[in-house]
């Protein structure tokens, strides 16, 4: 079983950057490929990027035109997105997750375990 929580979130302006984290409980952090999605009000949710478990390798949505980087951190079992130059389009409920597997999850139905998700507003 992993929990994860989210955090960073919250109210920027268009141009500005943001770094959400997620913190995942458990030892089995590194053998989980993560993932961070999505979902706009009224839409579905999206992959936005996802990294594997050894952090060899990502994977970025093509919206989002190299703004933003997956990252993770074995010590302290956490997940960072880090995200420039946000539009208002970016504005979203960004949520964490972790995918059963080793490798690199670019499904929804990949991930088992979810995290609460953290509110990004991007204004002008």
């Known amino acids: 079983q992993v929990q994860l929580g989210e955090s960073g979130g919250g109210l920027v302006q268009a141009g500005d950057s943001l770094r959400l984290s997620c913190a995942a409980s458990?030892?089995?952090?590194?053998?989980?490929?993560m993932g961070w999605f999505r979902q706009a009000p009224g839409k579905e949710r999206k992959l936005v990027a996802a990294?594997?478990?050894?952090?060899?390798?990502?994977y970025y949505a093509a919206s989002l035109e190299g703004r933003f980087t997956i990252s993770r951190e074995y010590g302290k079992n956490t997940v960072y997105l880090r995200m420039n130059s946000l539009k208002l389009e970016d504005t979203a409920v960004y949520y964490c997750?972790?995918?059963?597997?080793?490798?690199?999850?670019?499904?929804?139905?990949?991930?088992?375990?979810w995290g609460q998700g953290t509110q990004v507003t991007v204004s002008s």
């Open positions: 458990g030892r089995t952090f590194s053998t989980y490929g």
């Open positions: 997750a972790a995918s059963g597997d080793y490798g690199l999850a670019l499904s929804l139905a990949a991930y088992k375990y």
């Open positions: 990294i594997s478990s050894s952090g060899s390798r990502t």
